[in-house]
């Protein structure tokens, strides 16, 4: 089984004439090597803005709605970002090389053999998100920064999702809870996405970047693409 096609969703968030939005675009396109893409750039004026989209610098990459270069406990900032190269530098912007491994991890996704993360067993009810109104597109971004960075995102981080479908985030995760694609605590934060989970469980996965993650159970396990091991 393998998922259904899609176009991948690229947004650039930037200061505005920050001068490395041009160097990030161009090593976005070589890196891509001539795969099909949505690449936009958005410019972000002002500090509400930056916490909305989940811009930690600028310029700041979205892959799908997920930072792929997210540094656990960054803020939100409107300042110049650095990333290191694989010499140890400081650049302004992600290398070619980096990119590419970032976008090999959301095809390795896409192409896994595994059953898909957005038809979990729950229950006997696994069904893929409807594409209306955002649903899927904000599901696989939470999915997405799970897998990433081995917990849920902030409400707050799915609105650069949100946003392509004219809605907030906060509105599209409620409407995801109802209907079980995921569920929320007291505070409204997202606790568990199937098949992964924030709280520890007795199912452990590695995946194969090395971030480990809880799934809800041995079934939704199966569920998680790219995985290296399940422990017991």
């Known amino acids: 089984m393998s998922w259904e096609d899609t176009t991948m969703?690229?947004?650039?968030?930037?200061?505005?004439d920050c001068p490395n939005a041009p160097v990030v675009e161009e090593r976005l396109a070589q890196a891509l090597e001539g795969r099909e893409a949505d690449v936009e750039r958005i410019e972000v004026g002002d500090p509400e803005q930056a916490t909305r989209?989940?811009?930690?610098g600028s310029p700041t990459v979205l892959i799908d709605g997920v930072d792929p270069f997210a540094v656990p406990g960054a803020p939100a900032s409107l300042s110049c970002r650095l990333y290191r190269a694989s010499d140890g530098r400081a650049e302004g912007a992600p290398s070619i090389a980096s990119l590419r491994r970032a976008l090999s991890d959301v095809d390795a996704a896409g192409d896994c053999d595994c059953p898909p993360m957005e038809a979990a067993s729950r229950g006997?009810?696994?069904?893929?998100?409807?594409?209306a109104g955002g649903l899927?597109?904000?599901?696989?971004?939470?999915?997405r920064h799970f897998a990433a960075t081995g917990h849920s995102p902030e409400t707050e981080e799915l609105d650069a999702a949100a946003a392509a479908?004219?809605?907030?985030?906060?509105?599209?995760?409620?409407?995801?809870?109802?209907?079980?694609?995921?569920?929320?605590?007291?505070?409204?934060?997202?606790?568990?996405?199937?098949?992964?989970?924030?709280?520890?469980?007795?199912?452990?996965?590695?995946?194969?970047?090395?971030?480990?993650?809880?799934?809800?159970?041995?079934?939704?396990?199966?569920?998680?693409?790219?995985?290296?091991?399940?422990?017991?």
Do not use: K, N
């Open 9 to 16: 969703r690229i947004t650039v968030l930037t200061v505005p």
């Open 53 to 56: 989209f989940g811009m930690t």
């Open 124 to 131: 006997d009810r696994g069904r893929l998100a409807p594409e």
């Open 136 to 143: 899927r597109a904000v599901q696989q971004a939470v999915l």
């Open 165 to 232: 479908h004219g809605r907030m985030a906060a509105e599209v995760v409620a409407a995801l809870a109802a209907d079980d694609f995921l569920t929320l605590d007291d505070s409204g934060r997202i606790r568990a996405a199937y098949p992964f989970s924030t709280a520890p469980t007795a199912r452990r996965v590695r995946l194969a970047s090395g971030i480990e993650v809880s799934a809800m159970c041995a079934i939704d396990a199966l569920g998680i693409p790219t995985c290296s091991a399940a422990t017991p």
